[in-house]
């Protein structure tokens, strides 16, 4: 079995899979008790995530997402309309520069960090953050999307179309495209087979396997760099994509399955849902 689970993260995950519904105490201890992690872990969890403000009290025994989790959740959960977001690409970037920014503040610099992770950023030199500028709404909505995810309100983004041919060489090698299209093929396979042979698994088997499985697959969609041709092939991407989309409703219909079994009213939401903590 993989590392042990973090309860947190579980529970978070399953809030941000549940579309606003609440989770109760019992479902969380019966979503954490497939994973062998205790139900007392589990309260301490909530307690915990509680006072973090990532969750709040949603009537007795029930709890939804807090407002501090609630921006990411929101990007997160919008991973099925990825493809939406891209567009094609005339060769030009987007660049961010974070020379100015303060490197003290460990919560700020982490923030930074994961928002120009999902970003589809790498860095071409210090403190210079670039990716292709293949994105609807281009430098605006990329600015309005990263700040909100937690970059610096002080920090440039914009657009650049005249790299000299030396960084122009550099940017476009910032990606391996070619494990990106292999890692397409092999989760792509790995989420079919399984799907054609979840029908005889246990259901708390298929339960835990779907969510480590879809966590892992949500999550490579969600860190994509959502790249253009050349650079990837689009069409393998996407197949991957419909593929996740595909398991991710097999994993809703099991965990409906097998919260049903628990008694207490709440939501239902599948476990398939990633983190980015």
Known sequence: MPDPINPKRLILNLLRAA???PLSSREAATACALFGIRESAARVALVRLSSAGLIEAEGRGSYRLGSQAEPLAEDVSHWQAAEARVCD???GW???????LGRSDRPALNARNRSLALGGFQELEPTIY??????VGH???ARERLHKLGLDDSAPVFSVQDLDLRREH???RLWNGAALNASYQTSRKKLEQWMKRSSKIDLDVAARESFLLGND?????IFDPMLPEPLVDVSKRREFAEVVKAFDQLGHSIWQRLLARVPSTGSRPSADQSTTH
Do not use: E, S, Y
């Not at 987007?94 to 100015?100: A, I, N, P, R, S």
């Not at 670039?130 to 994105?135: G, H, T």
């Not at 697959?217 to 969609?221: G, P, S, V, Y």
């Open 19 to 21: 579309d606003g519904a």
């Open 139 to 141: 430098a605006a909505t």
């Open 94 to 100: 987007l660049m961010v520069c974070t020379g100015g």
């Open 217 to 221: 697959a949500i999550r490579q969609l």
């Open 89 to 91: 690409w005339d060769g």
């Open 170 to 172: 550099q940017a476009r």
């Open 130 to 135: 670039l990716r292709p500028d293949n994105l």
